[in-house]
């Protein structure tokens, strides 16, 4: 029972990310090298899985080179993931030394293993399958230590070398990206023990977890970055839209109290100005004691003048602006894709749900429905 379980979930796997290739092939009218690498990793594991699966089930041919032809599918994941990891950071590498050794190194052991093939058939006595059976546990074990070696690499980057992807940064914290990194050294090491406890016992068994977990991992990295990477692409598109578009001033409202002076007219004026010509509201960091610092003004000097003439305390006062930002995007056709995460972020919130919750406050409609009417 517990194994058809685990061979049922190995099939949806690999059906799941065939089904992840088509959608996104077909979804992007230009496949950037980004989506490739994505999904070349995914595609690569659902062979893996896939083979692993008809294998499990006896789902192969008799003959003798079908029979033993092994497909090292999973090697080829560790490139994948770095050359995906590279251009979605926007990092300077050579990328190509380690796609053609990649290249190679499959080439390699895919000839060792036709030749060693060849070799039992015609020359050894019986059949007998122990050279294949060595050459399996020995590719594997290579295989291994060069995953290791590339997830080291990418991990060095990441958490090592900040320096070299700031840009990407102002876009995305790439923290799901260190939880797959993290999560990657883990099922690394469960495949290490894997292949000890079946070289040393000889029991299969011990793989399950391992294809599960990694099937999990790959495919939630695999749906991740694309989506990630959408948002990344909309948020530059926006950010270089923006920064062009001035937000005029809210009108000025007129004070509660009739005894405030000129110059706290003019410190509104001041205030206001400052937020839309430096369009502050975008910085989802911004809050009143930045402001009151930059303005060399006291908080309670900024919160009162706001308060007074704008009837709006200062959280809805910038959300006004942002609000605007917002509408204006949402109601422009060359926008109509971008996703509402992305246009809200570019507006200054700093998650989805924020972003709802301020334009319903303020226009009593959801993002979605002010797009549909406009």
């Not at 507006?347 to 979605?368: M, Q, R």
């Amino acid at each position: 029972m517990t194994s058809s379980f685990f061979s049922l979930l190995l099939i949806a796997g690999a059906i799941q990310g065939f089904a992840f290739n088509a959608f996104t092939f077909l979804k992007q009218k230009k496949v950037s090298k980004v989506i490739l690498y994505l999904n070349l990793m995914v595609l690569f594991l659902s062979l893996n899985n896939l083979q692993a699966w008809l294998i499990d089930n006896g789902y192969r041919s008799d003959f003798f080179f079908i029979k033993w032809l092994k497909v090292p599918w999973y090697m080829l994941l560790f490139p994948m993931f770095y050359l995906f990891l590279i251009h979605y950071m926007q990092v300077e590498s050579r990328l190509r030394k380690l796609l053609r050794i990649s290249i190679f190194i499959f080439s390699i052991e895919m000839i060792l293993r036709v030749a060693i093939m060849y070799y039992t058939y015609y020359f050894i006595e019986g059949l007998d399958s122990y050279l294949i059976v060595s050459y399996t546990n020995a590719e594997e074990i290579f295989n291994a230590v060069f995953g290791i070696i590339i997830v080291y690499k990418s991990s060095f980057l990441v958490f090592k070398q900040k320096e070299r992807y700031q840009y990407i940064l102002s876009y995305d914290d790439i923290n799901w990206i260190k939880v797959f990194l993290r999560l990657g050294a883990l099922i690394i090491a469960f495949w290490i023990m894997a292949i000890v406890i079946h070289n040393v016992t000889g029991n299969m068994s011990a793989y399950v977890p391992l294809r599960l977990g990694t099937s999990v991992l790959l495919y939630w990295i695999g749906y991740q970055g694309f989506f990630r990477y959408k948002i990344v692409k909309d948020r530059i598109s926006l950010r270089n839209y923006i920064s062009n578009d001035r937000i005029q001033s809210l009108t000025i409202a007129l004070p509660r109290d009739n005894t405030i002076s000129s110059k706290h007219e003019r410190d509104f004026e001041k205030i206001n100005q400052y937020i839309t010509s430096e369009q502050r509201f975008l910085d989802a960091q911004l809050t009143m004691n930045i402001l009151a610092q930059e303005l060399y003004m006291s908080p309670s000097h900024v919160s009162k003048i706001i308060n007074n003439y704008s009837d709006y305390n200062f959280s809805d006062y910038i959300n006004s602006y942002r609000v605007e930002q917002a509408k204006k995007l949402l109601a422009d056709n060359d926008f109509d894709s971008y996703t509402m995460v992305a246009i809200g972020l570019e507006c200054g919130f700093n998650s989805k749900s924020t972003f709802y919750t301020a334009f319903k406050k303020l226009t009593n409609l959801t993002p979605t429905q002010y797009r549909e009417r406009y």
